[in-house]
């Protein structure tokens, strides 16, 4: 059964902004942390942000200071992107995981047992 559904993403110019969100299931939004994932051509899969069910909340350096993750209402959570770049370009994955956050650390892509289908974002 499908617990993450994805919306959002498209295509926009450099310095533009999108969002995207994650519709998720009731019983893994209170208990699960959450975060985005993003894979490029050619590139391993990239953990951008992952965020606790205590609040912490860890960045990747390629995107601190312009990407934001929140837990919005609805079972629902979101990235805003800002300040795009053409190196943001990939599939952006939401992901969700029965982890306890280390402070400053993202985890690896198998320590989250849940995943979105994906959506591309492109910046030109």
């Known amino acids: 059964q499908v617990q993450l559904v994805e919306s959002g993403g498209g295509s926009v110019q450099a310095g533009g902004s999108l969002r995207l969100s994650c519709k998720i299931d009731?019983?893994?939004?209170?208990?699960?942390?959450v975060g985005w994932f993003r894979q490029a051509p050619g590139k391993e899969r990239e953990g951008l942000v992952a965020m606790g069910t205590d609040g912490i909340t860890n960045y990747a350096d390629s995107v601190k200071g312009r990407f934001t993750i929140s837990r919005d209402g609805g079972k629902t959570f979101a990235l805003q992107m800002n300040d795009l770049k053409p190196e943001d370009s990939g599939v952006y994955y939401c992901?969700?995981?029965?982890?306890?956050?280390?402070?400053?650390?993202?985890?690896?892509?198998?320590?989250?047992?849940?995943w979105g289908q994906g959506t591309q974002v492109t910046v030109s």
């Open positions: 992901v969700a995981g029965l982890i306890d956050l280390l402070r400053g650390v993202i985890p690896r892509a198998a320590a989250f047992n849940y």
């Open positions: 009731g019983h893994l939004y209170y208990s699960h942390s």
